[in-house]
């Protein structure tokens, strides 16, 4: 916390003109003028510019803070009993308002957001100043409430669909390929008058039954764990023949 404190004291210090401040939701900044000008009457006059900061940090319950203040300015919020009730009525105030801590750091930060924003805008220029309107549509649209749903629900649907109906496709035409190459290697075999016990061993259960058989069965009911399972049924072959 000191690094900050002397972070943004150098920065005060070197501005030659007035830091503008965030402005947040109303509502945070009724929380933050509950307290604010308490915080600014006990800092230091070169350190009131902090208490708008320190007022949030401790609408967000960072507990740091609370150290920081104790070491740096000797402030206690709890033995602190004017500040100590006003931290109650700020909590007592958001309960009312339905205003939960999430809540609280969802709008700082989109506040933050855009004021990036604006000051991207008046500092940025760009060849083509829509350069990123194409993005940014789709985006709008992936993300919305009325559009993103239904296309997670769509999306959803063609994977289970491929899944469960899809895959059997792709798994008949691999069945249909490795049964055309199973049929031409026995003409081969015959061809070369390779002895039956070899042809048994290199067709029928090397190729049949270890290779084709548990590939095209198993990737035909789409199980993601094929290729794991035809490695496991060829190492067992692999022993079998040791």
Same mark, same amino acid.
């Given at each position: 916390?000191?690094? *900050?404190? &002397?972070?943004?004291?150098?920065?005060?210090?070197?501005?030659?003109?007035?830091?503008?401040?965030?402005?947040?939701?109303?509502?945070?900044?009724?929380?933050?003028?509950?307290?604010?000008?308490?915080? &600014?009457?006990?800092?230091?006059?070169?350190?009131?510019?902090?208490?708008?900061?320190? =007022?949030?940090?401790?609408?967000?319950?960072?507990?740091?803070?609370? #150290? @920081?203040?104790?070491?740096?300015?000797?402030?206690?919020?709890?033995?602190?009993?004017?500040?100590?009730?006003?931290?109650?009525?700020?909590?007592?105030?958001? #309960?009312?308002?339905?205003?939960?801590?999430?809540?609280?750091? #969802? &709008?700082?930060?989109?506040?933050?957001?855009?004021?990036?924003?604006?000051?991207?805008?008046?500092?940025?220029?760009?060849?083509? =100043?829509?350069?990123?309107?194409?993005?940014?549509? *789709?985006?709008?649209?992936?993300?919305?409430?009325?559009?993103?749903?239904?296309?997670?629900?769509?999306?959803? @649907?063609?994977?289970?669909?491929?899944?469960?109906?899809? @895959?059997?496709?792709?798994?008949?035409?691999?069945?249909?390929?490795?049964?055309? *190459?199973?049929?031409?290697?026995?003409?081969?075999?015959?061809?070369?008058?390779?002895?039956?016990?070899?042809?048994?061993?290199? *067709?029928?259960?090397?190729?049949?039954?270890?290779?084709?058989?548990?590939?095209?069965?198993?990737?035909?009911?789409?199980?993601?764990?094929?290729?794991?399972?035809? =490695?496991?049924?060829?190492?067992?072959?692999?022993?079998?023949?040791?």
């Amino acid at each position: 916390m000191s690094v *900050i404190y &002397s972070s943004l004291n150098n920065i005060h210090n070197k501005s030659n003109s007035v830091i503008s401040p965030i402005t947040y939701d109303t509502k945070v900044e009724n929380y933050i003028s509950i307290i604010e000008n308490d915080l &600014s009457e006990l800092l230091p006059p070169n350190k009131k510019y902090l208490s708008r900061w320190i =007022a949030l940090k401790l609408l967000d319950e960072n507990t740091s803070i609370n #150290d @920081a203040l104790k070491t740096n300015f000797n402030i206690d919020i709890n033995t602190n009993i004017p500040l100590h009730e006003k931290m109650l009525k700020i909590k007592s105030q958001m #309960d009312e308002d339905g205003f939960s801590l999430s809540s609280l750091r #969802d &709008s700082v930060v989109s506040s933050i957001v855009h004021k990036a924003e604006e000051i991207r805008c008046e500092t940025c220029s760009f060849e083509n =100043a829509k350069y990123n309107l194409k993005n940014t549509k *789709i985006d709008k649209i992936l993300t919305s409430k009325k559009f993103g749903i239904p296309i997670m629900i769509i999306f959803l @649907a063609l994977i289970f669909w491929l899944t469960i109906t899809g @895959a059997n496709y792709p798994s008949s035409l691999l069945s249909n390929f490795f049964g055309y *190459i199973q049929d031409k290697l026995l003409i081969l075999f015959n061809t070369l008058h390779i002895p039956d016990f070899l042809t048994n061993i290199l *067709i029928y259960r090397y190729v049949s039954n270890s290779y084709l058989g548990s590939f095209c069965y198993v990737t035909s009911y789409g199980n993601i764990f094929s290729f794991i399972y035809f =490695a496991r049924r060829f190492r067992i072959f692999a022993k079998d023949c040791i």
